[in-house]
């Protein structure tokens, strides 16, 4: 099993030793298993603690998901379409991407955008008529995979006929959900049900995780047996200082109530997804009540004198893929006197006490905050903003008009009333796109973390073009920066961004779209989703009094180059 190691600065590692002692001597991890809710806040937390024991019932069980496998490649099916949002999409994508093709097994891919040509280059990747749809959604009414599985139902039906196109699909639901009414209806292959007492970030290891895990050819038993020595590791009975998951959760904790709120996640390059999991985990579950841990993945390695004292750097690898260059800079980081964890894993079949070291940790972390660690308000309230745009658009046609701040080279700019007067104030004369950059990039200071939400196609070449952005301004700023893309992002880092630390400054890109993309049943197109979607996350951004711009372009892809020069310009 993999172990931590740690390098802490002086003050720092004395708190945690006192946090040890009391969490050890006021039996905090026995009121923990024994679902203690005035641990966190004395609200509705010992409602969604039913991850704790979710492994052991899937050892207990391991012959359905066996024969799923059997059947899914027994039936012809060449190709996975993952349909999901948040927790139902980001565990199965790190398996995904860790674990890749695996010989005898379907390719598996998962879809989390609403971007019109995103949704269309999966749709061109796979062959329809040799497809199986995994529709993973907890409640059953997420936006999301509703209108993704409409989409995708529709093509099934035009390529096998109606009579045959449910048993093109799995749903993955809690038992009672709209979902389950729909499988139903529709007549899918199968439906799996999730546990009503897990919520969705930590359901990685339940069947939101794992079915999609034995579709592509994972070894169940294995990987649920490495999880399962994790969960006796980190039982009540153990002494806390030798509990995995409750001494990583106190420093996280600890760490953060001293101003050390900015979590780097580093990760060996066959493990370089678990970072986007790790995000949701941390942020929605910790950021909220002017609270939280703000995770920075894929945020490249700099020298120690580019960070201030507000990060912690956890460095995970497996031992056999050690990237030599990382770890010199993680090296370097120790020695400088920054607070380090490493954790070093035996293979990828840690992945799963990974993911439950890291559940318990988070969890740990949020008592020490005091906050409830497993709702996401803020979430809420961007999904109600977004329903009320998409609601306009089915009555009227399109979304509401907006007026820009300022148009130059082809972009335009928005914001709300306050940023507005804020950024014409420090712009002053200059009222050119590097000009409002500059005034907006003026805004960042010691402590703050940047963030690009960029609501544009996700793929390696925009995402090549948003890190030199964000680079430019960690390398200018000397701040955390963080990147990502919309909507995912929204059930993920959204809530810490919305209801975390008001330390944020927020640069959201929104593009024109070339393809619609209708939604089969509904009045609105793919298109019209996503730009709802910006813009209610930009609304309960501005409602939150946060800083932030909207970037909207035309074309994309040369949007984005007229946007990194000026943002290089306005960094000077």
Known sequence: MSRLKTSLPESLAAEVKTAIGEWQSGGKMQRFWQRDATLWTGDDEAKWLGWLDITEEQIAHPVEL???AKEVWSAGFKDVLLLGMGGSSLGPEVLRLT???IAGYPDVHVLDSTDPAQVKAF??????????????SKSGSTLEPNIFKQYFFERVKQAVGGDKAGSHFIAITDPGSKMQQVAEGDRFRHIFFGRASIGGRYSALSHFGMVPAAVMGVDIKKFLDRAQEMVRACGPSVPVEENPGAVLGIILGTAARNGRDKLTIISSPDISDLG??????????TGKLGKGIIPVDREELAAPEA?????????IHTKHATDVRQDAKVAALEEAGHAVLRIAMADVYDLGAEFFRWE?????????LGINAFNQPDVEASKIATRNLTSEYEKTGSLPAEKSVVEDDGIRLFTDEKNAADLARAAGSDKSLAGYLKAHLGRVGAGDYFAVLGFIQMNAEHERKLQAIRHAVRDRKRVA?????GPRFLHST???YKGGPNSGVFLQVTCDDILELPVPQQKYSFAAVKAAQARGDFQVLAERGRRALRVHLGHVDAGLVTLTAAVQKALG
Do not use: H, M, P
Request: one cysteine or more.
């Open 494 to 496: 959204g809530q810490a």
């Open 276 to 285: 986007a999991w790790l995000e949701q985990l941390v942020a929605e579950s």
């Open 307 to 315: 960070y201030g004292n507000d990060r912690v750097f956890a460095y």
């Open 99 to 101: 674990f890749g093709k």
């Open 360 to 368: 318990i940790a988070t969890a740990v972390a949020g008592c020490i």
């Open 123 to 136: 749709e061109n990747k796979i062959d329809i008529a040799r497809t199986l749809f995994i529709v993973s």
């Open 66 to 68: 066996r024969n799923l």
């Open 481 to 485: 920066t963080c990147l990502g893309f």
